[in-house]
């Protein structure tokens, strides 16, 4: 297995060399950029004109920030950051930095002698939904990742924290959960119905992972990445004992291209795991969940204007809205696309269930609360249990 070494910035330059001569240095704290080929060492930096060297750039370095370093043998691998950030050297947490997980990637996709972009185009990744004998809801759906620095956002949206647990449904060749575990440094999860994705995820997680343990101060957290569908409920617990969900349902995959005559959607059965999450768990999507119902604030504007009284339990769930930039997505790169984070709330129940209250001010039920999920199933509840009247749904928008 090859060493890994890194270069610490705040090094002075004459100091460099003996921090090359040792492979297990593990404070990976550096921000070094190779910026030329071989290079012939000057007097200063070397005893032998003869050598070979190699030139960085370190910010802060002296000398303009170039020093010259001997040529790193080819079984030495560098952990170098993908891209400059000005981001702080060190997570609180003390997991890996963005650029470093970015890095880890990269020394991954060398160890497996492939790119991410050509592992993605290949047949039994991209199109590979159309060949799950037995499972037609996903026969339409199609592969898509969304990108590091888009995921990196994300979790500051969501405010993911180190003690919480992370799920990716669909996570593909598990890109969010590896970059939620290694930078975050929580427990994160991954799903995925094709096998052909969840060996590559699994690929990757193996060599991004025989790297991390080459730096045992760093506070990372385990990745489950599992084989699996998100409607079968013998995955239940894996899916709802978790705090922040991604569930990528862009372009409506989860809704009208994966609906069946007579049976329920992905979509169905996502917003099923989310009203079983636990109150304060987010769950991200990339098309609103319109079959959830309205949100919290919109039913007591509704019950506020029709003369009923403000209740926390007129709904489960609010939900917010926000724009990632270009360059968010692989499938549509040249656009600004928008994500949505639901928000289970804090109802009455102290073992927190998730209710609906009728919005019919002549029901029963406008002021008891009932189950937000179906008796006996895990789906939402579409109609008032006493009045059977439909639920009120949220306006659909065209972007």
Known sequence: ????????????SSSLPSLYQNPNYIDLTATAYP?????????????????????YRLPGAPGGGRVSLPEIPAEIEVLFPSCESAEPKTNPAGA????????????????????????EHRKEVRHANNNLPGLPNQLRAQYGRITFSAMKKLFELTRLSPEEIFLDIGHGIGNAPLQAGLTIGCESRGIEVVSERCDISKRFQDAVFEQSEQFPSRNIGSVELRNGDLTDSHQLPFMTDVDVVLYNNANDIGTSRSAIKGKY??????????ALLKPGARMITLTPMYHLGRSLVEENAFRTKHGLNYSIDASFFNYEEHRLPLNSTTWCPDREISAYIYTRCFQSDPEGSAFFLCSDKECY????????????????????????KKRLTQIRRRN
């Open 1 to 12: 297995m090859p060493s890994i070494i890194e270069i610490d910035s705040s090094s002075s």
């Open 35 to 55: 910026i030329t080929g071989p290079q012939t060492p000057s007097s200063s930096n070397s005893s032998s004109s003869s050598s070979s060297c190699l030139q």
């Open 96 to 119: 890996f930095t963005f650029d470093e997980f970015c890095s880890l990637w990269k020394n991954a996709e060398n160890r497996m002698g492939e790119s991410t972009e050509h592992m």
């Open 265 to 274: 959607s992905l979509d169905d059965y996502a917003g099923g795991i989310f």
């Open 365 to 388: 039920a406008a002021n008891i609360p009932t189950a937000a999920i179906q008796r006996g199933k895990r789906l939402i509840q579409e109609n008032c249990v006493s009045c059977t």
